[in-house]
């Protein structure tokens, strides 16, 4: 939205939290003859309520506060590789970092966080590295930190980020803990919208979306249609592999009768056999899932390398390893129910009468 829109719902203050915010870009000067100026692309300019609203985990000091905001206080929060870079170490608040040519002093130090996709802005990288530098909004206008992101403007002006301007570029996110809360606020929007239209600044009629985040990811496709497809194609590919193995399980059970049923004859109940021949089924499912396993890493080797943005993030972690091999054996142990209930079926007497 506009940056004034923006700052009135902020000073509003209708949500349980609310935050405006933009991605920006500045030179970083280390001051350290060893490591020359560098540039970062990866600056988030926000207000306090950034931090405890997405749950950035922080390894030292805290975010700013709304005071630092109205005040636009000369503050930063950076990321732990931005503070092992610069300083080699996480040790670092109160220390200075000097930003473009202002010098900011370091309050807090994020641990590793990097969501997947980046959710809170997709004008950046929807599947982007995570943001390394955090300053007040109000700060980083008074010192002009580059903008990121897109910038929408529907008539001519001379600065595209002034108040007032007719360009859109801030995010605005509230949280809203309830769906009183939601449905409260969404009247509160359109109450604005009729207040602005009246006032001569919005032309049409009210036209306000509250979309929930996962809503707001659909609208926005962040999860590319091929990936669906991929994954319907490859439950189509498990359900056909479950119904061959059901199949292929029933033939071999039944090739079998007359080893059952001498088994049978011998003392064995229909219990122990069906477990048995359930336990066959699962450790089929096992070499299976070990296989399995091999192609899965030649398949995300080849999405790794293919041209797409989230293509690095084809990896193999040990949660999957653990739910692929899980997934094997349940399929297989399910595949093998039917195949074992007819297997242990065998009357033996008709068996050694036939033999």
Same mark, same amino acid.
């Given at each position: 939205?506009?940056?004034?829109?923006?700052?009135?719902?902020?000073?509003?203050?209708?949500?349980?939290?609310?935050? &405006?915010?933009?991605?920006?870009?500045?030179?970083? =000067?280390?001051?350290?003859?060893?490591?020359?100026?560098?540039?970062? *692309?990866?600056?988030?300019?926000?207000?306090?309520?950034?931090?405890?609203?997405?749950?950035?985990?922080?390894?030292?000091?805290?975010?700013?506060?709304?005071?630092?905001?109205?005040?636009?206080?000369?503050?930063?929060?950076?990321?732990?590789?931005?503070?092992?870079?610069?300083?080699?170490?996480?040790?670092?608040?109160?220390?200075?970092?000097?930003?473009?040519?202002?010098?900011?002093?370091?309050?807090?130090?994020?641990?590793? %966080?990097?969501?997947?996709? $980046?959710?809170?802005?997709?004008?950046?990288?929807?599947?982007?590295?995570?943001?390394?530098?955090?300053?007040?909004?109000?700060?980083?206008?008074?010192?002009?930190?580059? $903008?990121?992101?897109?910038?929408?403007?529907? =008539?001519?002006?001379? *600065?595209?980020?002034?108040?007032?301007?007719?360009?859109? #570029? !801030?995010?605005? #996110?509230?949280?809203?803990?309830?769906?009183?809360?939601?449905?409260?606020?969404?009247?509160?929007?359109?109450?604005?919208?009729?207040?602005?239209?009246?006032?001569?600044?919005?032309?049409? =009629?009210?036209?306000?979306?509250?979309?929930?985040? &996962?809503?707001?990811?659909?609208?926005?496709?962040?999860?590319?249609? =091929?990936?669906?497809?991929?994954? %319907?194609?490859?439950?189509?590919?498990?359900?056909?592999?479950?119904?061959?193995? !059901?199949?292929?399980?029933?033939?071999?059970?039944?090739?079998?009768?007359?080893?059952?049923?001498?088994?049978?004859?011998?003392?064995?109940?229909?219990?122990?056999?069906?477990?048995?021949?359930?336990?066959?089924?699962?450790?089929?499912?096992?070499?299976?899932?070990?296989?399995?396993?091999?192609?899965?890493?030649?398949?995300?080797?080849?999405?790794? $390398?293919?041209?797409?943005?989230?293509? *690095?993030?084809? $990896?193999? *972690?040990?949660?999957?390893?653990?739910?692929?091999?899980?997934?094997?054996?349940?399929?297989?142990?399910?595949?093998?129910?039917?195949?074992? %209930?007819?297997?242990?079926?065998?009357?033996?007497?008709?068996?050694?009468?036939?033999?």
């Amino acid at each position: 939205m506009t940056l004034l829109d923006a700052q009135n719902l902020l000073r509003a203050k209708k949500a349980d939290r609310q935050v &405006m915010m933009t991605g920006g870009n500045a030179g970083i =000067d280390a001051q350290r003859p060893d490591l020359p100026p560098f540039f970062l *692309d990866s600056i988030r300019q926000t207000t306090a309520d950034f931090f405890p609203m997405f749950d950035v985990p922080f390894i030292a000091g805290t975010g700013w506060t709304a005071a630092d905001d109205d005040n636009a206080a000369r503050v930063v929060v950076i990321s732990k590789a931005l503070a092992e870079k610069v300083y080699g170490s996480t040790n670092v608040i109160g220390k200075t970092l000097r930003v473009e040519k202002d010098d900011l002093r370091v309050i807090g130090v994020i641990d590793n %966080w990097r969501p997947v996709p $980046h959710f809170y802005d997709l004008n950046t990288d929807t599947y982007g590295k995570g943001d390394e530098l955090f300053l007040p909004f109000s700060t980083s206008q008074q010192i002009n930190i580059g $903008h990121s992101g897109n910038t929408n403007c529907w =008539d001519d002006t001379t *600065d595209s980020y002034a108040v007032g301007a007719p360009c859109e #570029w !801030v995010q605005f #996110w509230v949280e809203l803990g309830t769906a009183q809360k939601a449905a409260a606020y969404k009247d509160f929007l359109v109450a604005y919208s009729q207040e602005q239209k009246r006032a001569g600044k919005f032309e049409r =009629d009210p036209n306000v979306r509250l979309p929930g985040l &996962m809503d707001w990811l659909r609208y926005n496709q962040v999860v590319p249609d =091929d990936a669906r497809l991929q994954t %319907w194609i490859a439950l189509g590919f498990l359900l056909v592999c479950l119904v061959n193995t !059901v199949a292929l399980l029933l033939t071999k059970f039944l090739r079998r009768s007359i080893d059952i049923g001498v088994r049978r004859a011998l003392g064995a109940s229909k219990i122990s056999i069906f477990v048995q021949l359930l336990v066959e089924a699962g450790v089929v499912g096992f070499i299976g899932g070990v296989l399995g396993l091999g192609l899965a890493w030649l398949g995300l080797w080849a999405v790794r $390398h293919q041209p797409a943005t989230y293509a *690095d993030l084809a $990896h193999l *972690d040990v949660p999957m390893l653990l739910s692929t091999f899980a997934l094997a054996v349940i399929a297989s142990l399910l595949a093998g129910v039917l195949p074992a %209930w007819r297997g242990c079926q065998v009357t033996p007497a008709s068996q050694l009468r036939s033999q």
